[in-house]
T-cell receptor, first 114, second 116 residues
């Protein structure tokens, strides 16, 4: 079955510290992978996506993610977290057509300490 | 580019009324639109997928007569919650896809529905 797992429900980091949010997926074919961020009461903003090619992808707001096929992972990283990064983060997997549906992980709530 | 507008952003209404939510792709043509439901502190659950000019495909457990979806044009899809009840209160989010290669879905800002 297709699924996405975000093992960490809640993460707290200090401002300026590095961040890694974990994402593991189960998918029968080569997946498209996404990270989205959601602020309270808002929709989803795309941080970055992996379709093919270089397994290290750069996104907006200084985020990056690395696709590791052998580990079925697509972890999100940021070298130095800012207070404005506090939000809900969702990893998602989809098929090779963007008109195919996305499967979302449970989400990780990021809290940033001053 | 790739803006999706969702309206209204917040609606409060009495139990038994029907509520229509609009999802518009403002600067691209959306061959496919998706409707999601999100409960507090939870992830997005896909309700249905709609393709322009055809009937929506509903996910298992979603009542098609309760949640009416219309995708009449390449820039507009609507979700109507019929005879809404308090248990229908939720955050509803749409997304739109152009069908172009290597282009992601784009999400609206969501609609907070509260049924009294």
């Amino acid at each position: 079955a297709q699924s996405v797992t975000q093992p960490d429900i809640h993460i707290t980091v200090s401002e300026g510290a590095s961040l890694e949010l974990r994402c593991n997926y189960s998918y029968g074919a080569t997946p498209y992978l996404f990270w989205y961020v959601q602020s309270p009461g808002q929709g989803l903003q795309l941080l970055l996506k992996y379709f093919s090619g270089d397994t290290l992808v750069q996104g907006i707001k200084g985020f990056e993610a690395e696709f590791k096929r052998s580990q079925s992972s697509f972890n999100l990283r940021k070298p130095s977290v800012h207070w404005s990064d506090a939000a809900e983060y969702f990893c998602a997997v989809g098929g090779t057509s963007n008109t195919g549906k996305l499967i979302f992980g449970q989400g990780t709530t990021l809290q940033v300490k001053p | 580019g790739a803006v999706v507008s969702q309206h209204p952003s917040w609606v409060i209404c009495k139990s038994g009324t029907s509520v229509k939510i609009e999802c518009r792709s403002l600067d691209f043509q959306a061959t496919t639109m998706f409707w999601y439901r999100q409960f507090p502190k939870q992830s997005l659950m896909l309700m249905a997928t709609s393709n322009e000019g055809s009937k929506a495909t509903y996910e298992q457990g979603v009542e098609k007569d309760k949640f009416l979806i219309n995708h009449a044009s390449l820039t507009l899809s609507t979700l109507t919650v019929t005879s809404a009840h308090p248990e229908d209160s939720s955050f509803y989010i749409c997304s739109a896809a152009s069908g172009a290669t290597n282009q992601p879905q784009h999400f609206g800002d969501g609609t907070r529905l509260s049924i009294l």
